[in-house]
Structure formats: C-alpha cells, structure tokens
C-alpha cells in the first residue's frame, strides 16, 4: 500500500545487476502502530515478532529489519514537520526500542516511508507476523508467542542478570509496586502507607519502582524477577507480559469510574479479562489479574478518570497480595 518511487537510470542498472544488498539477507517489514514511547502500544509489535525470529530460527545477523509506521503517519509529519524533526523523531525510536531492535538483528532498521538512500535488493523477504491486539479481535499470538518473547529478552540480558532469572523460585514472592512521578495522573498518593503494611505480610518481599527511571532492558529485568505486579492503570501496567506465567497483577483504578470502564474485583473475573486492557493483556499472557477500585481519587479541572490520582484501599490491596502467595506458588517459574 506504498506509493511507488521512480529509480534514475544508475539505480535501476544496479538492480539489474543485483550488485545492491545480494548478500543473502532477508528483509522483515514490521507493521508499527506509532512512533511514540509507550510500552503498551509497543508490546503489540514487540511480541509478535521476537517470537516470529524465535520460531522461524532466524539469527541477527540475516535480517534487515524494515519499519513502516501505519496509517499516513509519514504524510502527516511531513506536512506538519521539518526535516530536523522528522529525523529527530526516528532517532529518539531507535532510542527507545534499542534493546527490541538489536534482539531482532544486529543491522541498523530502515524507515520505508522515510528511505532516501539507495535501493536494496534482498534474497527474500517476510511482511508482518501474527496479531496481537487482544481487544479488537481473537489474536493469533498466544501465551506461547509471550513466551518466545521473554527468551528472547532474557537472552539479550547480560549473563548474571540472565542466570539469576533462569534460575529463582517464587519463595518468597517478589511484589514489585510501579510508582508514577508525584502529582502526575494517577500517582499513588498513599503509597508509602501500603509499602510499610507489605512489610509486615510473611513469604513476600516488596518493592516501589519507577519504571521511567530504569533503561527499557533494565525494567524488563526487574519484572522478569517479579511474581507479583501492582500499579494504577496505565501503560507500565503492559510489562505484566515480562513475567513469568502464571504471576498476578493488582491494577488500581480511580474512584467514580465511568459506566463503560470495566473494574471489577476478583480474580481472572471474565468481565476483567474480556473487556478490560489489562486483564485481557493478563489472560493472553498466562497471568492471574484482579482490578480494585480507589478509595477517593483527586478531581482535576478536565474531569477524565485518567487524570486523577489514586489513594489505594490499602487493607484491600494487602489482603489480596496475601492471596497471591498461593495463587502464584501454582505455576512455577520455569512452566
């Protein structure tokens, strides 16, 4: 669905002969929803195709990765846009994602809506990879392609972190409590309340992070290590699809919810898992999700519940983190 782009007479000839790029690589072309760092939005393209190299066998060293942002991105940053920014923006992609693209191959990715340079012959090449958009439609992926991800990001872990990983039990249970910026949209504004009850609950050991703090490998290391996740809804919540299945995640909503946000409070509840992001996340990856209500939450002049801060029910939260050490010692971390 690309527009085509005529070749100047030496390019063409180069074609001709297979002189450009004949050394037997093969082309990925992989379908990106946006351009912007958000590792939700970014788990849809992720997963799928870590898992396609896995399954397919393919090394680094073969693919030339070829990334082409959907829809008329590409016309509208133009339009909108100078060349400094165009640039800047793919630079800071790269940044972000540095971690996914080297796991996928160890040649720089191209842009195909923002291509310049010469043209590139390839001996063959593969569009796209299997679905995951879990609240849209049936995905194709499935808590197996979830699986071939995390290995694949493990692998890319230096040899401790990997090993440490490969080898732990669930004894005790590691609860990792995701944290916002303070005052920003739903931060947790009693945090520090719930830390020093989950202190004294036996068989766990608890942690408040930032996830905007670590590097991307570095979050993805920490909730691989984790069987427990707890966090307000947003998109540090998507990481649940690093830890090993069958983990439990906890996800905080503001209070006065609207009537067409689905939060309802009990383990993997069919409600939960089929019309809400995160418990549907949850199900396709192997996890145990449950979604609890704020006490109040703090109103702000665009009354959006996504703007608000949350002050977590925390005899609430206590009780089912307790609950967790049971329902996470069902599945061990190897499974």
């Known amino acids: 669905d690309r527009k085509a782009r005529a070749l100047d007479a030496e390019s063409w000839s180069a074609l001709q ?10 082309l990925f072309l992989l379908p990106v929803g946006t351009p912007y760092p958000n590792v939700w939005h970014a788990l849809h393209w992720w997963v799928p195709a870590l898992s396609t190299k896995r399954l397919r066998g393919w090394s680094q060293d073969m693919l030339q990765l070829g990334v082409v942002f959907e829809g008329n991105f590409a016309e509208q940053l ?7 920014e165009e640039q800047a923006l793919l630079e800071r992609f790269v940044q972000f994602h540095k971690p996914v693209l080297s796991a996928l ?7 195909l809506d923002f291509a310049l ?33 995390r290995a694949e990001l493990v692998g890319a872990l230096d040899p401790v972190q990997a090993s440490a990983i490969g080898h732990r039990s669930r004894a005790p249970v590691q609860v990792l409590v995701i944290q916002r910026q303070p005052e920003q949209a739903r931060w947790i504004s009693n945090l520090g309340r719930l830390m020093r009850a989950l202190r004294q609950v036996p068989g766990i050991v608890s942690r408040a992070q930032r996830m905007e703090s670590l590097p991307l490998l ?20 998507a990481w649940l699809a690093a830890m090993p299945q069958g983990s439990a995640v906890v996800e ?19 409600r939960n898992l089929r019309d809400s992001i995160y418990g549907g996340l949850s199900c396709l990856c192997g996890q145990h999700h ?17 703007e608000r801060a949350v002050e977590l029910p925390v005899g609430r939260v206590v009780r089912r983190i307790r609950e967790t050490v049971d329902i996470v010692a069902e599945t061990p971390v190897d499974s």
């Open 78 to 84: 133009r339009w909108h846009s100078g060349l400094a």
């Open 17 to 26: 002969s297979a002189s450009l790029g004949s050394s037997g690589q093969m």
């Open 290 to 306: 449950i979604c609890l209500g704020s006490n109040t939450s703090q109103r702000y002049a665009v009354d959006n519940f996504r």
């Open 117 to 149: 340079g010469e043209p590139s012959c390839f001996k063959s090449g593969v569009r796209g990879f299997p679905s995951f958009r879990y609240d849209l439609h049936a995905p194709q992926a499935t808590v197996r392609e979830v699986g071939f991800f």
């Open 252 to 270: 905080a909503m503001p209070a006065n919810l609207p009537g067409y946000i689905v939060c309802v409070d009990g383990w993997d509840h069919p």
């Open 218 to 237: 570095g979050q993805f290391a920490l909730m691989a290590a984790s069987d427990v996740l707890v966090g307000a809804h947003g998109a540090g919540l």
């Open 105 to 111: 191959s160890s040649n720089p990715p191209t842009f």
